[in-house]
């Protein structure tokens, strides 16, 4: 507790004193430091020391941003006691990652071993920020810092989309600037193969080029029909691993098998079970060609490997293991030998088996497996660490069985997500992932104990590229998101704290603009809840933001917000249909986007539903008011928006609390087969006096929801109290679709009835 009170004290003193005085960008926040006093100040006449030969090219690294930033050269001395110096000091006693940090107005110190060092500098040039001068100051410090984390990771998906190699250093650089430590590479999947492979040439020849690529959104099943693709030679890999090292970063490649494997299959059809040719897939998803089992599959695969763990010096090796369909194993024969051979129980401990054989052979490499985790049906292969994508409850599993874990659930770390309502966002595959969630990020689960939690190797983002098409892109994808993973896996959840963390973010803004980096800047845009009114039929609606960031304004008459508009005060009272613009100012500068939102009052608002069957925990975040809360949820979707039900019909009870005239009765549905959500098969009206006996008024079917969206029935003027809606669901879903076999989800939002 005093720790705390201690840790609590000094960011007050440092961020609530008079606007002249310091203001600490720094992120990831350090771990234990002290403002004191006095400042240094770094001109052409600062010399630096090094007491050691192997910390020169973290000396050499400082002094280039030093010439590039503020065209200041650091001479050199061989004089430990020299004043206005930079002192660099091998510090054997210091853990591996840490470092000691000490400003004063004479010197600046730093002791730690090679990458503690990089992170000092690191520190020291978030410090200077957007000093650009030929004279910086400084403030005293003194810091002791080290990582709550060892495994602090950015993934970056090149199959979807490709990037080039300079831009792959550019996002290397932005993981050491947050000391992050892991670059997870994924290199292969069914849209390209990205890596060259000497003995398969075709890998790349055939496998790393597609003749088309979707367009728009999953559901309109668009494309083009232009050449896409690239790959990086094992030159440029070796380049960018070398490059990666030097800014203490392990690179992590993935090499996606049994599944998504079809880029490899189009150059090698006989690495399938059917061995038939078939182009690099166009379009994103699962598809059901994946890896025969069959000895020559495996054997190309250790050949293969054998390259692949030559340009990665790291300890681990991706093999992906996720979203294997198990269609094409059921009718191979060769599949079906190998299981009877082996003893196995189904197709599930068959890809058990056939990840066991690719872990054995990458140990005797040196190396070891990690793996999506998928990789848990089956039986885990002995020695193999999980990322856990489904959730946190993979990485529990594996945890409890003591094998490492990365966390990675989507809730809370797949940047490809929305990160505001998508109305105000370029298209994204959907879910919704803001700041605020990133950064209360947990990666220890509530659920292992102390023993357990040692297994939790730490966490990071995956950033996939199916929505991504170009690398600036990326960077508003992931930028500031990445900053607040940095600081969950690197500051002691203890030291957090997000209003300190958004000062400190917008602060360094100055520095990523000097980058010229297109991040994102959602978190200025305002945030609407609603919820019911003291008047039944009426809404509240509340508007929010971070009090430190600017204050609202908003209209209610369709014109843009301005300084003279409405400040925000109080919740607002909706008794009619309205649209409400809002937007955050902060020094007469409008500060992020203006956001609007459309509300229609009709009968059912504020009259919560009952259901038959409760829609999915994992999709029930807004809970039933959602479908009654005057506001269509917008596409696409984000999660607390829609309520979900998987394997299940929906059926709704819309109770009127007394007979009234219906005219109408309108229901909102979602199309995304991607990610095995689909329309109903049809949907019937049902109407009630006494919530006992229903009438059938109509049943519609699913080429009768417009747009892929919107089910409308026409009442002819009925009086009734209970309105009951029974959709049906798709079942199960086919064969050649994303998640064949499995139980289809049905999607609903807003309820109206007039």
């Given at each position: 507790m005093k720790y705390f009170v201690l840790v609590f004290f000094v960011l007050t003193s440092v961020f609530y004193t008079s606007q002249n005085s310091f203001t600490f960008p720094v992120i990831p926040l350090p771990n234990n430091y002290t403002i004191t006093s006095g400042q240094f100040i770094i001109s052409e006449k600062t010399s630096v020391y090094c007491s050691s030969e192997n910390l020169k090219e973290q000396i050499n690294y400082f002094n280039a941003f030093l010439k590039n930033n503020n065209q200041i050269n650091l001479v050199a001395t061989n004089e430990s006691t020299r004043k206005n110096c930079i002192k660099v000091f091998w510090d054997k006693n210091q853990t591996s990652e840490s470092y000691q940090l000490t400003i004063n107005p004479e010197n600046i110190i730093i002791k730690g071993d090679t990458t503690g060092i990089f992170y000092a500098f690191q520190t020291i040039i978030q410090l200077i920020n957007s000093q650009t001068a030929k004279t910086i100051k400084l403030p005293g410090l003194f810091i002791y810092d080290k990582p709550a984390f060892k495994w602090r990771g950015m993934h970056l998906d090149v199959s979807r989309h490709f990037f080039s190699v300079d831009f792959v250093k550019r996002y290397i650089d932005f993981l050491a600037m947050y000391k992050l430590n892991t670059f997870h590479w994924h290199l292969t999947d069914d849209q390209g193969w990205r890596i060259e492979i000497k003995k398969y040439p075709k890998l790349t020849q055939i496998g790393a080029f597609r003749k088309g690529s979707m367009i728009g959104k999953y559901s309109d099943s668009n494309y083009d029909t232009i050449n896409y693709g690239g790959f990086y030679t094992q030159n440029q890999i070796k380049e960018v691993v070398a490059y990666a090292q030097k800014k203490h970063i392990t690179v992590v490649p993935e090499i996606e098998m049994p599944g998504h494997s079809q880029a490899a299959i189009a150059a090698y059809p006989w690495l399938s079970c059917s061995g038939k040719y078939q182009d690099v897939a166009k379009g994103w998803g699962v598809f059901e060609d994946v890896f025969c089992t069959k000895d020559s599959t495996i054997n190309f695969l250790h050949h293969v490997l054998d390259e692949v763990v030559n340009l990665f010096p790291?300890?681990?090796?991706?093999?992906?293991?996720?979203?294997?369909?198990?269609?094409?194993?059921?009718?191979?024969?060769?599949?079906?030998?190998?299981?009877?051979?082996?003893?196995?129980?189904?197709?599930?401990?068959?890809?058990?088996?056939?990840?066991?054989?690719?872990?054995?052979?990458?140990?005797?490499?040196?190396?070891?497996?990690?793996?999506?985790?998928?990789?848990?049906?089956?039986?885990?292969?002995?020695?193999?660490?999980?990322?856990?994508?489904?959730?946190?409850?993979?990485?529990?599993?594996?945890?409890?069985?003591?094998?490492?874990?990365?966390?990675?659930?989507?809730?809370?770390?797949?940047?490809?997500?929305?990160?505001?309502?998508?109305?105000?966002?370029?298209?994204?595959?959907?879910?919704?992932?803001?700041?605020?969630?990133?950064?209360?990020?947990?990666?220890?689960?509530?659920?292992?104990?102390?023993?357990?939690?040692?297994?939790?190797?730490?966490?990071?983002?995956?950033?996939?590229?199916?929505?991504?098409?170009?690398?600036?892109?990326?960077?508003?994808?992931?930028?500031?998101?990445?900053?607040?993973?940095?600081?969950?896996?690197?500051?002691?959840?203890?030291?957090?704290?997000?209003?300190?963390?958004?000062?400190?973010?917008?602060?360094?803004?100055?520095?990523?603009?000097?980058?010229?980096?297109?991040?994102?800047?959602?978190?200025?845009?305002?945030?609407?809840?609603?919820?019911?009114?003291?008047?039944?039929?009426?809404?509240?609606?509340?508007?929010?933001?971070?009090?430190?960031?600017?204050?609202?304004?908003?209209?209610?008459?369709?014109?843009?917000?301005?300084?003279?508009?409405?400040?925000?005060?109080?919740?607002?009272?909706?008794?009619?249909?309205?649209?409400?613009?809002?937007?955050?100012?902060?020094?007469?500068?409008?500060?992020?986007?203006?956001?609007?939102?459309?509300?229609?009052?009709?009968?059912?608002?504020?009259?919560?539903?009952?259901?038959?069957?409760?829609?999915?925990?994992?999709?029930?975040?807004?809970?039933?008011?959602?479908?009654?809360?005057?506001?269509?949820?917008?596409?696409?979707?984000?999660?607390?928006?829609?309520?979900?039900?998987?394997?299940?019909?929906?059926?709704?009870?819309?109770?009127?609390?007394?007979?009234?005239?219906?005219?109408?009765?309108?229901?909102?549905?979602?199309?995304?087969?991607?990610?095995?959500?689909?329309?109903?098969?049809?949907?019937?009206?049902?109407?009630?006096?006494?919530?006992?006996?229903?009438?059938?008024?109509?049943?519609?079917?699913?080429?009768?929801?417009?747009?892929?969206?919107?089910?409308?029935?026409?009442?002819?003027?009925?009086?009734?109290?209970?309105?009951?809606?029974?959709?049906?669901?798709?079942?199960?879903?086919?064969?050649?679709?994303?998640?064949?076999?499995?139980?289809?989800?049905?999607?609903?939002d807003e309820i109206k009835i007039n």
């Open positions: 790291g300890k681990y090796i991706h093999i992906g293991g996720d979203e294997c369909p198990k269609t094409r194993w059921k009718a191979c024969a060769n599949c079906q030998s190998l299981i009877k051979k082996q003893n196995l129980k189904d197709e599930h401990e068959l890809q058990s088996y056939f990840i066991k054989q690719i872990e054995k052979y990458l140990n005797s490499k040196g190396k070891q497996i990690i793996g999506w985790d998928e990789i848990l049906e089956g039986g885990l292969a002995p020695n193999a660490a999980v990322m856990s994508w489904r959730g946190m409850e993979g990485g529990i599993a594996a945890a409890k069985e003591k094998h490492f874990v990365v966390m990675s659930p989507g809730t809370h770390c797949y940047f490809d997500h929305y990160q505001s309502s998508p109305s105000d966002e370029p298209l994204a595959i959907g879910g919704f992932t803001p700041l605020e969630k990133v950064y209360d990020f947990n990666p220890i689960p509530q659920e292992l104990n102390a023993d357990e939690q040692k297994y939790i190797l730490g966490a990071q983002a995956n950033v996939w590229t199916e929505y991504i098409l170009n690398e600036k892109q990326v960077e508003y994808m992931t930028m500031p998101r990445m900053a607040a993973l940095a600081e969950v896996l690197w500051t002691m959840r203890v030291n957090k704290n997000e209003t300190n963390f958004l000062i400190r973010l917008q602060d360094h803004f100055a520095k990523l603009d000097n980058l010229n980096l297109n991040y994102a800047k959602a978190l200025y845009n305002v945030d609407y809840k609603v919820s019911p009114a003291s008047q039944c039929k009426n809404l509240k609606l509340e508007l929010s933001a971070n009090n430190y960031l600017g204050d609202i304004y908003y209209t209610l008459d369709g014109s843009e917000p301005s300084e003279k508009s409405i400040k925000y005060t109080t919740s607002i009272e909706l008794k009619k249909d309205i649209l409400v613009k809002s937007a955050l100012f902060k020094n007469h500068e409008l500060k992020g986007k203006v956001v609007s939102r459309n509300y229609q009052i009709n009968k059912a608002t504020n009259k919560l539903p009952i259901f038959k069957y409760p829609p999915s925990k994992y999709y029930n975040k807004g809970g039933s008011f959602v479908l009654v809360n005057g506001e269509t949820a917008k596409l696409p979707r984000i999660n607390d928006q829609w309520l979900g039900w998987n394997g299940n019909d929906i059926e709704v009870v819309i109770d009127l609390e007394k007979p009234d005239e219906i005219t109408s009765v309108e229901i909102g549905f979602l199309k995304e087969e991607l990610n095995w959500i689909y329309l109903p098969k049809e949907i019937t009206l049902l109407l009630s006096e006494n919530g006992l006996e229903y009438k059938t008024v109509d049943t519609l079917f699913e080429k009768n929801i417009k747009n892929d969206r919107d089910c409308n029935f026409i009442v002819s003027k009925q009086q009734a109290r209970f309105v009951k809606i029974i959709a049906k669901n798709h079942g199960k879903i086919l064969s050649g679709k994303p998640g064949a076999g499995e139980d289809a989800w049905l999607f609903c």
